[in-house]
């Protein structure tokens, strides 16, 4: 068998639940390194759970540098599954020579991740987002569309770990050509990195594209009765064309994305204090390798995970979400309304005005500017086809492209 010399260089992506009680498990300082003369590796992983729960771990591999977590990883021992309690240097040997013997790859993660029974397990690739209410806006920026500051509740839901990467908008946009769909291949700067330069419209037909691909029922129709799914043309759906309670992917409402995008954490600026700076987030004069060349500026899916250039700690926030502040603005289901934001009465699970607008909501920021990244941030808003951007950063409403936009799935539970 073939592995990496050493797993130490592995960037082992930290995952962790968010419990409805007390608190949640915690997995870090997680190192990993092939044990000589064997074809065994080891994990080791710190865990630390608040409520002193008996906790279930799971492990994955990655051979595509975090793309997706596929390779086979059965023939475990040590301190995986059930019943494994906190403490420091858990351990986990994972008999490589039997699962995936006289294999190598270049670019291997493992990932751990902690379950403490409260929380349903998410798809891979998505972390959960418990119910509650919490604080939208602020005042920080004393920008009026973040204000008023108000309490807003949320069912629970899980969402993308990370910006959909290209792989993933391509493979399922392969599959929707002969399952009629008229969906955009959108552009990206290089493999690994997120697809951009996708309409409203796209995201919308592409989520149920990924719903029917993995045998899920779509969430968006042509109409109110809703029985055909939309999936051709530019159609401005609103609200009662929405399966709601249906278990495929949708675009966040703007209250969830806010929510899951703070990491739990109230009244900062950003996921991890007030401040920002290059070894954070992807911004324009952030000062990593990939700011050069052609535009988009992208950095890769996840790529804050430690290893960033400049170098820094991982950026996952509470939640475990990647590139929340920068690298693409992210689309959200809502049209842009500053009188229904404002509303009291909207504050239970708000999906937006009915009547349509002009703009959708757009939220993160993106590589274009580091002045449009707070989370409670709200005044770019975009056109459906992302071709026209209103922006006190870009001097009004104008054609400016949209190399800036990608997206981020939810799912409803």
Same mark, same amino acid.
């Given at each position: 068998?073939?592995?990496?010399?050493?797993? *130490?260089?592995?960037?082992?992506? #930290?995952?962790?639940? !968010?419990?409805?009680?007390?608190?949640?498990?915690?997995?870090?300082? +997680?190192?990993?390194?092939?044990?000589?003369?064997?074809?065994?590796?080891?994990?080791?992983?710190? #865990?630390?759970?608040?409520?002193?729960?008996?906790?279930?771990?799971?492990?994955?591999?990655?051979?595509?540098? /975090?793309?997706?977590?596929?390779?086979?990883?059965?023939?475990?021992?040590?301190?995986?599954?059930?019943?494994?309690?906190?403490?420091?240097?858990?351990?986990?040997?994972?008999?490589?020579?039997?699962?995936?013997?006289?294999?190598?790859?270049?670019?291997?993660?493992?990932?751990?991740?902690?379950?403490?029974? %409260?929380?349903?397990?998410?798809?891979?690739?998505? !972390?959960?987002?418990?119910?509650?209410? =919490?604080?939208?806006?602020?005042?920080?920026?004393?920008?009026?569309?973040?204000?008023?500051?108000?309490?807003?509740?949320?069912?629970?839901?899980?969402?993308? $770990?990370?910006?959909?990467?290209?792989?993933?908008?391509?493979?399922?946009?392969?599959? %929707?050509?002969?399952?009629?769909?008229?969906?955009? *291949?959108?552009?990206?700067?290089?493999?690994?990195?997120?697809?951009?330069?996708?309409?409203?419209? &796209?995201?919308?037909?592409?989520?149920?594209? $990924?719903?029917?691909?993995?045998?899920?029922?779509?969430?968006?129709?042509?109409?109110?009765?809703?029985?055909?799914?939309?999936?051709?043309?530019?159609?401005?759906? &609103?609200?009662?064309?929405?399966?709601?309670?249906?278990? /495929?992917?949708?675009?966040?409402?703007?209250?969830?994305?806010?929510?899951?995008?703070?990491?739990? #954490?109230?009244?900062?600026?950003?996921?991890?204090?007030?401040?920002?700076? /290059?070894?954070?987030?992807?911004?324009?004069?952030?000062?990593?390798? =990939?700011?050069?060349?052609?535009?988009?500026?992208?950095?890769?899916?996840?790529?804050?995970?430690?290893?960033?250039?400049?170098?820094?700690?991982?950026?996952?926030?509470?939640?475990?979400?990647?590139?929340?502040?920068?690298?693409?603005?992210?689309?959200?289901? &809502?049209?842009?309304?500053?009188?229904?934001?404002?509303?009291?009465?909207?504050?239970?699970?708000?999906?937006?005005?009915?009547?349509?607008?002009?703009?959708?909501?757009?939220?993160?920021?993106?590589?274009?500017? !580091?002045?449009?990244?707070?989370?409670?941030?709200? &005044?770019?808003? +975009?056109?459906?086809?992302?071709?026209?951007?209103?922006?006190?950063?870009?001097?009004? =409403?104008?054609?400016?492209?949209?190399? =800036?936009?990608? +997206? $981020?799935? #939810?799912?409803?539970?």
């Amino acid at each position: 068998m073939r592995f990496l010399p050493s797993l *130490a260089a592995v960037a082992a992506l #930290v995952s962790l639940t !968010v419990s409805v009680r007390a608190g949640a498990p915690v997995v870090s300082n +997680v190192r990993s390194s092939q044990l000589p003369g064997t074809k065994n590796v080891e994990i080791l992983y710190d #865990v630390s759970d608040p409520d002193g729960d008996s906790l279930t771990i799971g492990l994955e591999i990655s051979g595509d540098g /975090g793309l997706t977590y596929t390779l086979p990883a059965t023939a475990l021992s040590g301190n995986i599954g059930v019943g494994v309690t906190s403490g420091l240097n858990r351990r986990i040997v994972w008999n490589a020579g039997f699962d995936w013997n006289n294999q190598y790859v270049p670019s291997a993660r493992a990932r751990v991740t902690a379950y403490d029974g %409260s929380t349903p397990m998410p798809p891979s690739g998505m !972390v959960y987002i418990p119910a509650g209410v =919490f604080q939208m806006g602020d005042n920080l920026d004393n920008t009026s569309d973040a204000q008023p500051v108000h309490n807003v509740t949320i069912d629970s839901f899980v969402i993308d $770990r990370t910006e959909v990467s290209k792989e993933l908008w391509q493979s399922v946009q392969a599959w %929707s050509a002969g399952h009629g769909y008229s969906i955009s *291949a959108g552009s990206f700067k290089a493999p690994g990195h997120p697809i951009t330069a996708i309409s409203w419209y &796209d995201a919308v037909k592409w989520c149920n594209a $990924r719903s029917e691909k993995e045998g899920l029922t779509p969430c968006y129709y042509t109409s109110a009765a809703q029985t055909t799914i939309y999936r051709t043309g530019d159609t401005n759906i &609103d609200n009662t064309m929405v399966n709601w309670r249906a278990n /495929g992917y949708r675009l966040p409402t703007e209250a969830e994305w806010e929510k899951a995008a703070r990491g739990g #954490v109230l009244g900062r600026r950003y996921p991890w204090g007030d401040t920002i700076n /290059g070894n954070q987030a992807n911004y324009n004069g952030s000062g990593d390798p =990939f700011e050069s060349g052609e535009q988009p500026w992208t950095t890769p899916i996840g790529y804050y995970n430690g290893t960033q250039v400049p170098t820094g700690t991982d950026m996952a926030n509470g939640y475990g979400l990647y590139d929340i502040c920068g690298n693409l603005l992210e689309w959200c289901w &809502d049209w842009y309304d500053a009188t229904y934001y404002a509303d009291q009465n909207t504050h239970q699970n708000p999906r937006g005005p009915l009547l349509p607008g002009t703009t959708r909501i757009v939220r993160g920021g993106s590589w274009v500017n !580091v002045n449009l990244l707070s989370i409670a941030r709200r &005044d770019t808003r +975009v056109s459906p086809d992302g071709r026209s951007i209103e922006s006190p950063e870009f001097g009004g =409403f104008s054609y400016y492209g949209y190399s =800036f936009l990608g +997206v $981020r799935c #939810v799912k409803g539970l």
